[in-house]
């Protein structure tokens, strides 16, 4: 496994997580724990219904567990208040979702931006670095493009780099690969592998590709809301 | 147009232009904090253009209503100022009589005064730098006829100008253009004014007849035709002038003036400016105050009438608008929560990556802004075309009731246009950050994957505490309307608490359908009850007014659309079970009625929207139908006689109208009874003052006092409202009783139903300066029986005073008739012989030709006559074209509503794509989808349109038996055809504004839909 040797950024503890009122209730996750390391690559596999992107969906902050703790660098999900937490978000991690969910009336420059500028940087900045999260996934010429006015591929890419911009302890991908063609997807998986080496970003990746699976440091298997296996995925 | 709802316009103005610069500030606090928010409202407001515009549609509407009833209220005002300014011509004040003056307290009240006694008044005038005009007058309504063609005049104007002064006070012309000259005149020679001179058919050289008095009349020949005078708003065309010598001489009032008429320096519109200053600086001179005299501001007085007439338009528009303005803003909170819905996912993602709830309301803010600053500039302006349209019919209605000569003529001020614009973007902004608010409430994970929201997850304590807090107000303005003995804020106060109960049942787990089924029912319940049985509550009667009219509109609508969103399961049954039994339509019926009643909230505010609107048609509609068959009953309005004759001159009264009619074989037509004929007259004190006698301190206002005479007091069938016990039969008001006890015993007096305290008051209702019986314990002309109530008049003609005691209340109906408003006594209570100012009559023909020979035969004592049917038909007419109007106007709301399931429809068929696909592969057909759509829209119409539908008519027959106590007349009548046009105009056109939705949904291919989800 390669990480930086330091104490695990992520930690999750008795994650219980229930979803539904009234009489039909679904017990999501069981009790997980982990540990992730800063800088680790983790991929959650497991079948539909399992719990992975509960679990990530737990782990960012997105949502609230109903019992159990998880902390972040140290820092208690619980103990925060929702703005708090928001901007925590916004500092800290960076998001990448299966169907992109870019801003459609905004550029692709413009939408790597919007997290700096909501995090308060200048404008003169936000767009200089937003440039560079561009160059680094290869797409500086199609700054000016409108989500509409590129391919999948492209897309996943812009958001890649909106996840990348702020530079995030963790980046938070839910099958980013999942609405890509073989070659594409193989594209995407190389360009996260590369910048986890280089940026050393603490990579949790859900995933239903053996082969992304493989990119990563350790694969974690999930089934029926546990954790059932904590493996390794690609030598580090 | 100065003022609304009693507020200076210019300070609503002020208020709207600081509320509008707040939000302004807010968006550029926007644009500088988050400039990318900024750009993103603008981009998204650019990226559905067609549901842009829907919107901009809707959101207009409610601007669109403010500025049509602005634009009216402009128009009444500028036309009314129009006609002043055209006829009142360089006269900007007057100096008259006061007849309020102490110094004729006792004595008797002069028609004129002596132009000896303001000789230093005058000579002040001319000298004075803002006064460019004086001109001495005596005036005097005459009886005229033309020999030649027996065309006459009852009541024509006899304006005696001095010559000299005339000319430079302001010149006159004839019909040529040249400039006439008073002095120039021959003896008994006159001007008439142009009208005149047609009506009487009479041309230069010809010669008229005028009546002075008793005697000969007076033959006077026509010198030349004018344009006009300064007289042209006195009530009459025909105006004959004369040199005031002249005058002075037929009238044998040798030296007397009845008027001195003052022009400032200006023209006819600007010289009103200084009248403030005229008025100011003469109203103490010695020569007007010492001598009872004052100075009028004719100009200034009809300028503020104007602006108030106005300003009553505006009021009446705005509050008969007020549901569709309530509608508008409801379509404002519904299209952004589609908004919100159709960008779900976006939402979620940029709170997933840092964007704070208040970043969501701050777009959302800005794009609202958008819509709502252009929407309201759009609306404005289509208000100003709305507005015309309105005044058209208007403009109609003056015509049919014989008003002709008042011409409407539209208008928009300026000032009109910026209020409409700041009070629909105000109402836009506000309602849009309150939806805004409520938007940015969103679940993270659930609008990512764009799931249906969950229920918020809110604290219970802070529910019950929310919950608590409704019924706390709830109960506060239930205790207010209890004291305040107001029926309105009772029922509001009741409504509040059941809501909050139902939260705070809820709050603690009760099930939501069962909760919110029995608080509708119960607002249902509670707003159905009749007002007769809330009066068991307390003693007496509550206070109403028109406020009971909304509000119970809003509570019925919502008890209403709360049980039937609850009870979905009931309605789909019952709709399946209806029309889904033919084969072929079942799956599409079962789609049509699911998917609305899945959709509770947006659903439920369509229905609102409809049954609102229609709630408030039907029961106008209603109301007005059945007081349009109080009409029918014409004998109550005219008491029983058909012609009514008024005398317009007092210098050759009739003395004797029995032996006049019988003397007369033309007027065989009047009825007789025992052989004579049966004439009531009336002889009123028009120069009266009254006080309650148990005020002995308070102030005399301004009354009349008509004395009438045995024959009306013996024949008149006007009924009685209320009266006090001993002239009641089984505790209904005996009017014969009462009559013959005025015959009986002088002193006891009848009072017109206007002067009597009302339970019901209406917002913009006129406030006249006129004497009242306000401040009599427990009186009200809704009551059953009254006690007797002591009041002294004054005879201000002779300066004696008469104490009358009042027994009864004239019919509501009658007391809006043709007759004075104020006391009916005997002749013998005046103490004096008055000069017979009315006559009623019944004739054996026809009506019409019976009125005419009888002004005919009475022309020279001045009396022209009113034909009661004729009169009756033409208020009828004109009230039915008013409250036609009025319907129309309020309809507007629909199209709010219709706009709503455009909005939804177009909403409809982006987010069910994927559903439809699935449809489509299980084998619905292109037909069948666009069917479902359709019929969709169709069960949201029809069902808001039957439960406005059954809730008016509910409530009006409510009302209807509620009235029947005051008006046993009223009859339920349903104004079938009327309703149908609505109700039909507001299906088609929501199935119209579906029809395309319901294509595109149609035309989705199903493979396509499917393939991204």
């Known amino acids: 496994m390669s990480t930086n040797g330091e104490g695990p950024v992520v930690v999750a503890k008795d994650v219980h997580k229930t979803y539904g009122t009234g009489e039909v209730q679904v017990h999501v996750l069981k009790g997980v724990s982990l540990d992730i390391a800063r800088g680790e690559m983790v991929a959650i ?140 997807a193989a594209e995407v998986m190389n360009l996260l592998t590369r910048l986890n080496r280089e940026l050393n970003n603490t990579f949790v990746i859900i995933t239903h590709s053996d082969a992304v699976a493989e990119m990563s440091h350790r694969t974690i298997r999930m089934m029926d809301g546990l954790i059932v296996d904590d493996g390794t995925g690609r030598a580090a | 147009m100065d003022e609304l709802f009693g507020a200076p316009i210019e300070s609503i103005a002020a208020v709207l232009a600081i509320l509008f610069a707040i939000a302004m500030a807010f968006l550029v606090f926007i644009r500088l904090r988050d400039p ?145 000259d008073l002095s120039g005149l021959a003896t008994n020679g006159a001007y008439i004014t142009r009208d005149g001179a047609d009506d009487l058919e009479v041309a230069v050289g010809g010669t008229l007849n005028v009546f002075f008095g008793p005697g000969a009349p007076v033959p006077i020949t026509i010198d030349g035709i004018v344009e006009d005078s300064y007289f042209s708003g006195t009530g009459t065309d025909v105006v004959l002038m004369m040199p005031l010598g002249t005058v002075q001489g037929l009238l044998e009032r040798p030296g007397e003036l009845s008027s001195l008429l003052i022009s400032n320096v200006g023209d006819a519109t600007t010289g009103v400016e200084l009248t403030q200053t005229v008025v100011d600086r003469y109203e103490s001179h010695g020569e007007v105050e010492g001598q009872g005299l004052e100075i009028v501001p004719i100009k200034q007085d009809v300028l503020d009438t104007a602006n108030e007439v106005g300003s009553l338009f505006v009021s009446f528009f705005t509050t008969f608008g007020l549901f569709s303005i309530g509608v508008g803003l409801l379509l404002i909170f519904l299209i952004f929560s589609m908004l919100a819905a159709e960008r779900k996912t976006e939402m979620g993602m940029s709170r997933a990556i840092g964007m704070q709830r208040h970043h969501l309301v701050r777009m959302f803010t800005v794009e609202g802004s958008i819509y709502g600053v252009g929407s309201a500039l759009v609306g404005a302006a289509i208000g100003i075309g709305l507005g015309i349209l309105l005044v058209e019919g208007v403009s109609s209605i003056f015509d049919q009731t014989g008003q002709g000569d008042f011409t409407l003529s539209p208008h928009a001020q300026p000032i009109s246009f910026i209020v409409s614009f700041l009070v629909g973007s105000v109402l836009t902004f506000v309602t849009v950050f ?23 997850a809110r604290s219970p304590i802070l529910a019950v505490i929310q919950a608590v807090a409704v019924v706390v107000i709830g109960l506060l303005v239930l205790m207010a309307g209890w004291n305040g003995n107001h029926l309105t804020s009772f029922g509001l106060g009741i409504s509040f608490t059941v809501l909050g109960a139902g939260m705070v049942a809820r709050s603690l787990g009760a099930s939501q359908r069962l909760t919110f089924t029995v608080v509708g029912a119960l607002l249902v319940v509670y707003w159905l009850i009749p007002h007769t049985t809330l009066n068991a509550l307390r003693e007496g009667e509550w206070n109403e007014d028109f406020s009971s009219f909304f509000a119970s509109g809003a509570m019925l609508v919502t008890g209403a659309v709360l049980v039937t969103i609850n009870n979905s399961a009931v309605v789909l049954g019952l709709m399946t079970n209806t029309f889904g039994r ?18 509770g909230f947006r659903t439920g505010l369509s229905l609102a929207m409809f049954a609102i609107v229609i709630f408030s048609v039907t029961l106008m509609a209603t109301l007005v139908d059945a007081f349009d068959n109080l009409f029918e009953n014409q004998e109550r309005l005219g008491g029983g006689y058909e012609v009514i004759g008024y005398a317009r001159s007092d210098l050759n009264p009739v003395t004797d109208v029995v032996e006049a009619v019988e003397g007369n074989p033309d007027l065989d037509i009047i009825e007789r009874v025992d052989g004579t004929p049966s004439v009531g007259t009336f002889h009123a004190i028009f120069q009266a003052d009254a006080r309650l006698a148990s005020d002995t301190d308070g102030e005399f206002a301004d009354t009349v006092v008509v004395g009438t005479d045995d024959a009306f007091l013996a024949t008149n069938r006007f009924t009685i409202a209320l009266t006090t016990p001993e002239y009641t039969v089984d505790g209904e008001a005996d009017a014969r009783a009462v009559w013959d006890a005025l015959r009986a015993e002088p002193g006891l007096a009848v009072v017109n139903s206007n002067i009597v305290p009302s339970r019901d008051s209406l917002a913009f209702q006129q406030q006249f300066d006129r004497f009242t019986l306000e401040g009599v314990p427990d009186f009200y002309v809704q009551d059953e029986v009254m006690d007797p109530v002591a009041v002294t008049v004054r005879d201000l003609e002779v300066g004696e005073s008469v104490d009358l005691t009042v027994i ?59 034909d009661v049917i004729e009169t009756v038909e033409g208020a009828q007419e004109s009230q039915r074209a008013l409250f036609n109007l009025l319907i129309g106007f309020m309809s507007l709301g629909l199209v709010v509503g219709i706009a709503a399931l455009g909005v939804i429809s177009a909403r409809a068929v982006v987010e069910r794509r994927h559903e439809i696909g699935v449809l489509r592969a299980i084998g619905f057909s292109r037909g069948m989808v666009n069917l479902s759509f359709l019929a969709e829209s169709s069960f949201i119409a029809l069902l808001g349109i039957s439960l406005g539908l059954g809730l008016g008519l509910l409530s009006s027959v409510n009302l209807i038996f509620e009235l029947r106590e005051d008006e046993p007349n009223l009859q339920f009548a349903l104004p079938l055809t009327k309703i149908l046009l609505i109700v039909a105009g507001a299906y088609l056109f929501s199935l119209l504004t579906t029809f395309l939705p319901a294509r595109q949904a149609a035309a989705v291919a199903p493979a396509e839909a499917l393939r991204y989800e």
């Not at chain 1, 200048?122 to 797409?139: I, N």
């Not at chain 2, 033919?582 to 959709?599: D, E, G």
């Open chain 2, 434 to 456: 309150m939806s805004a608010r409520r938007i940015s409430r969103l679940n993270i994970v659930q609008a990512i994957r764009d799931l249906p929201e969950a229920p918020t």
């Open chain 2, 808 to 866: 009864a209340v004239l019919d509501t109906f009658a007391s809006s008739g043709p007759i004075p408003v104020g006391f009916y006594t005997s002749e013998e209570t005046l103490g004096r012989d008055v000069d017979a100012t009315q006559f009623f009559f019944n004739v054996h023909d026809d009506v019409e030709d019976g009125a005419n020979i009888i002004e005919s035969a009475f022309f020279q004592h001045g009396i022209e006559t009113l």
């Open chain 2, 582 to 599: 033919i084969r072929r339509f079942s799956p599409v019926v079962k789609s049509a009625v699911s998917y609305p009643l899945r959709f």
């Open chain 2, 36 to 180: 990318i928010l900024f750009r993103m409202a603008f981009r998204n407001a650019r990226r559905r253009p067609g549901q842009s515009l829907l919107i901009l549609v809707g959101l207009m509407l409610a601007t669109a209503i403010i500025s049509s009833a602005f634009t009216v209220g402009d128009s009444v005002s500028y036309s009314i100022k129009r006609v002043a300014t055209e006829s009142l011509r360089s006269l900007d004040e007057f100096v008259v009589v006061d007849e309020d003056s102490d110094l004729w307290e006792g004595r008797e009240l002069p028609k004129g005064f002596s132009a000896d006694s303001v000789l230093s008044l005058e000579s002040a005038l001319d000298a004075d730098p803002d006064v460019d005009g004086v001109l001495p007058t005596l005036t005097e309504d005459v009886a005229v006829i033309n020999p030649d063609s027996r065309q006459f005049e009852s009541g024509a104007l006899l304006a005696g100008l001095h010559p000299t002064r005339a000319e430079s006070f302001e010149e006159l012309f004839d019909t040529d253009g040249n400039p006439v």
């Open chain 1, 45 to 184: 596999m497991g079948p539909s219904g399992g719990g992975k992107t509960t679990l990530l969906n737990c782990l960012s902050g997105l949502d609230d567990v109903d019992s159990g703790t998880i902390t972040i660098g140290g820092s208690d999900l619980a103990q925060m208040k929702d703005a708090e937490k928001t901007r925590f978000r916004a500092t800290k991690m960076g998001y990448i979702f299966q169907a992109f969910n870019l801003l459609p009336v905004l550029t692709a420059q413009e939408n790597v931006e919007m997290p700096l500028l909501i995090s308060g940087f200048p404008e003169k900045e936000s767009r200089e670095k937003a440039r560079t999260a561009l160059d680094l996934v290869g797409l500086s010429d199609r700054s000016g493009h409108y989500p509409s006015q590129m391919s999948g591929g492209q897309q996943q890419r812009v958001t890649i780099a909106r996840a990348l911009v702020n530079q995030p302890e963790i980046v938070w991908a839910d099958e980013p690969t999942g609405n890509l063609d073989s070659e594409n």
